[in-house]
């Protein structure tokens, strides 16, 4: 029987293609995982671009399909509720640690709407912030963003939250998504947050090619150990007959 066609060999071989097609397949994966999240950009940067709406016409356009306004700029008229306001704790601005300030915003619709107006310094820690908002009708623009609830997850407690959890900081009194606030006067607080990055891949392509380094590391590793035996079983009668030559000698 050929050396590498024994049961032990056999099953190596087999467990070595195994290993081969699964890390091919991960690569795959994540290059899929890569076209996706180009595609999640390029849909998002489309929807900013897109000229402001007024809030009501949105909702009556959409309906109850309220999570296709994701990433749309909008506008409100209405006033503030700072009576109300919270704060959102983890907040990191160019390495400076604060909150995002929270404000419920009452819209002439009669809608209510939390607004993100931006980051504060951990030294306004109490509410309403000294970084007041306008007092009176005001018309903001915002960028529509989700809510952060997480089912089984805290979201902390009045007034200071771990996330803009909708329901737990306005219950069911406002929409079910809230504005990141595109306007603030210069150098005054708080700062406008950034809207989403539309430019991060992530590291899916990485871990692709890691997955087919894998592979190839493999394949040569495996191919090495197959020569070695090979070696090693046509060395074997050699050394065999040179002792028994010795033998005779």
């Not at 419920?104 to 000294?130: A, C, K, Q």
Request: hydrophobic share 45%; proline share 9%; net charge negative.
């Amino acid at each position: 029987m050929l050396p590498l066609l024994t049961r032990k060999w056999v099953i190596a071989h087999l467990v070595a293609l195994s290993l081969a097609l699964l890390f091919v397949n991960l690569g795959l994966w994540q290059l899929r995982r890569l076209e996706d999240r180009r595609l999640e950009n390029a849909v998002m940067a489309a929807r900013m671009a897109e000229a402001p709406v007024p809030i009501g016409d949105l909702l009556l356009a959409v309906g109850d399909d309220v999570a296709s306004l994701a990433d749309r700029p909008t506008t409100a008229v209405g006033e503030y509720r700072p009576e109300d306001e919270v704060l959102i704790r983890s907040q990191v601005l160019e390495g400076t640690a604060g909150y995002h300030v929270v404000t419920p915003f009452d819209t002439v619709e009669g809608e209510s709407v939390l607004v993100n107006r931006g980051w504060v310094p951990l030294e306004m820690d109490r509410v309403p912030v000294p970084a007041a908002p306008p007092v009176g009708r005001v018309e903001i623009t915002g960028l529509i963003q989700p809510d952060a609830h997480r089912p089984r997850a805290p979201a902390g407690e009045r007034p200071i939250f771990r996330r803009i959890d909708i329901r737990a900081i306005g219950g069911n009194d406002v929409l079910p998504f809230y504005l990141l606030l595109q306007q603030s006067p210069d150098d005054q607080l708080p700062i406008p947050v950034s809207p989403p990055d539309v430019t991060s891949e992530g590291n899916h392509l990485s871990y692709a090619i890691q997955w087919f380094s894998f592979v190839v590391i493999g394949l040569v590793g495996y191919a090495l150990l197959l020569r070695r035996a090979l070696l090693g079983a046509q060395r074997k009668p050699l050394d065999d007959g040179s002792i028994l030559e010795t033998i005779k000698d």
